[in-house]
Each structure stands twice: as C-alpha cells, then as structure tokens.
C-alpha cells in the first residue's frame, strides 16, 4: 500500500514543479503567482484524493468497525482541501481583475477574443444539435421545393433520439435531409432532400406509374401520396419491387416522371437511418414562398 501511495506522488510531482516555475513568474505578474498557487493546491488535493482511496480500498478488506471512524475522517478531509482550492481559485479572480484594470488594452483583446470563441462555439453547437440550413440543388423534389429554395432542417428531435440511444426515424410522408449513402469525394450531392416513403419490413412496388406500399396493416397495399396533400406529382417511372431492410427506409423525390429523381428507385438504393440530418422544419427562401413542413 506504501508503494502504490508513493507513486502517487510521484506522478503528482510534475504539476506541483510546474506550480513552483509558475510562482517564479508571479513575481512580475500576479495572475501567475495566484495560478501557481491554485497548482500547489490541486497538487494537495490530489495527495488527500489518493491517501482517501487507499483508506477506503482498506476499509473494504476489512471487518473491523472501527474502520468506518477512518474513512469519515477521510471525506472531511476532502471537503477541506476542496475548499482550500475554492479559496485559490477566488484569489485568482481577484488578482486577474485587479490586473486587467491597470492594462485596459489587455482587457479589451481578451474580451474580444472571448467574444468571438463564444460565437464560434455556439455556432457549431447550434449547427450540431438544433439546426442547418441548405439549399435545394436540381427539381427531383418540384413543385414541392424549387431549384435554389433554401430550407432549415430540424436537428432537435435527431439529437434527443441519439441522448437516448436511439435511431431517430421519420414519419410516412415527411420531407427530410440525409447524407447520400454513395457519396465520394468530389461528388455534387453529398446532401439529398426527399420524401419519406416506406419502413423496414414493408414492400414498395412501382408499376405502371403508380408507387404501392405492402406491410401487415395494407396487406393489399395502399398508394402513401394520397395522405401527402397532392404534392407528389401523380406518374411516378420505374419497374421497382424490394423490401426494406432493417435500419433503412425507402425514399423518392415528388417529382418522379422521368429520371428527375435519384432515388431509392432508381439507383440511390435505402437509406441508413443513421445517415439522416432530420427533417425539413421551414423554407426561408423565396421570401413570397416561406412555409414549413
């Protein structure tokens, strides 16, 4: 137990050496002197930590009740050098203010600098986890989105299924965004916007114009655009007869005469649920065309 306490230290040397440097420092900057003190005091910390651990790792081999006595005197000790560092770091804070009120200049590029990581960081968690806007590139999705509309894509409820570990998956009809499952650099399209047709486990069937749907509730199948407000166009082209598998879904684009949509029907094949942005939430862009989905 000695030896394992006196690695301990050992590997808690470094920062209490750093500290001793730092506190060099401090004798022109008094930042540098209340951080080397906060080092001397995570240094202490650490020791106490450790000397804990290894009081409990002994109250636990052992039946003496006695024992208990020690290990309460150890979290005590905790709370104290706990609060012992609380106390540094408002030293700190005291000496960093009473420092940058003798070097205004000093204090206006940090608040910059401060300011702009603020806006950079909370652009990439906005853009992460809330939103995303695109643009709709080609008419595969006419007349429900035009060439160059510019749409916001819902990231929250994408973000709350994977904080539950699970996949999210869209509703029948919805338009959303995904990441193209054959993208290659260098491609054009490495974001798609389509239509959500079908699930796992269901069968789609496209013949002559007409996109069916098969699964236990529609054994006889039954056409999805009937409940998508008219905004599919109405022949839908291909020869198409799969099954979904399991951690995919089918997509088309609304605009499916011809070959104007690359789609799950034609060569884009099922798309992973984990490939999915989330779905379209509003059209920004035309200003006279603003709507949500």
Avoid at 199 to 211: A, C, D, S, T, Y
Wanted: charge should be neutral.
């Amino acid at each position: 137990m000695d030896f394992v306490f006196g690695l301990g230290l050992l590997a808690a040397q470094p920062l209490f050496c750093t500290s001793g440097f730092i506190g060099l420092l401090g004798l022109f900057c008094p930042v540098c002197s209340s951080f080397s003190a906060i080092c001397q005091e995570i240094y202490k910390t650490g020791v106490v930590l450790l000397c804990c651990k290894v009081t409990k790792i002994a109250v636990a081999r052992s039946s003496i009740p006695s024992c208990h006595i020690h290990y309460f005197s150890t979290r005590v000790l905790k709370m104290l050098y706990l609060f012992d560092l609380l106390r540094a770091i408002m030293t700190l804070m005291e000496n960093k203010s009473s420092f940058l009120q003798r070097h205004p200049f000093l204090k206006d590029c940090l608040g910059l600098l401060g300011f702009i990581a603020l806006v950079v960081f909370g652009t990439i968690l906005l853009n992460s986890f809330v939103f995303r806007s695109y643009n709709v590139v080609g008419g595969s999705m006419e007349n429900t989105l035009m060439q160059d509309d510019r749409i916001i894509v819902n990231r929250l409820p994408v973000t709350w299924a994977h904080l539950l570990n699970k996949q999210w998956v869209p509703e029948r009809g919805q338009v959303i965004v995904f990441a193209n499952p054959n993208y290659k650099a260098g491609d054009r399209d490495q974001y798609i916007v389509k239509r959500t047709i079908a699930f796992p486990g269901e069968r789609v069937v496209v013949k002559n114009g007409v996109l069916t749907v098969y699964n236990d509730e529609h054994p006889d199948g039954f056409n999805p655009d009937d409940d998508f407000g008219g905004e599919p166009k109405e022949y839908t082209s291909g020869d198409t007869d799969v099954v979904v598998p399991e951690g995919t879904i089918f997509v088309s684009g609304d605009n499916r005469e011809g070959n104007h949509s690359f789609d799950s029907r034609n060569g884009l094949g099922f798309v992973p649920l984990f490939d999915i942005v989330g779905p379209a939430g509003i059209r920004i862009f035309p200003l006279n065309k603003i709507r949500t989905f």
